[in-house]
């Protein structure tokens, strides 16, 4: 079992930045892919960016040279920095963590992007 919490969601000016951090705890070292997935009003929710226990990244064409994942094992936290966020990036923004066998969700932190 893993329990995953966000934080840092919160409202931002156009063109501003964010960061948000998702720390886990429980079966921990079963983890084998972190992620940050995003889900607008009205529509489907979407990969924002992932990273491996390996360190290998990815993310979605939409935030790319934007958003940058990164982890701190020490304080089992994952985190996304998000830079010149536009109103599109406005969403609910949920981490997903994967052991392989199983997913497992946090609740998720609200981004609003003001124009």
């Known amino acids: 079992q893993v329990l995953l919490v966000e934080s840092g969601g919160g409202l931002v000016q156009a063109g501003g930045s964010l960061r948000v951090s998702c720390a886990a705890s429980?079966?921990?070292?079963?983890?084998?892919?972190t992620g940050w997935y995003r889900q607008a009003p009205g529509k489907q929710r979407e990969l924002v960016a992932q990273i491996t226990s390996g360190g290998d990244t990815n993310y979605a064409d939409s935030v790319k040279g934007r958003f940058t994942i990164s982890r701190d094992n020490a304080k089992n936290t994952v985190y996304l920095q998000m830079n010149s966020l536009k109103p599109e990036d406005t969403a609910i923004y949920y981490c997903?963590?994967?052991?392989?066998?199983?997913?497992?969700w946090g609740l998720g932190t609200q981004v609003t992007v003001d124009s």
């Open positions: 997903n963590a994967s052991t392989g066998r199983f997913y497992y």
């Open positions: 429980g079966s921990i070292l079963s983890i084998v892919a």
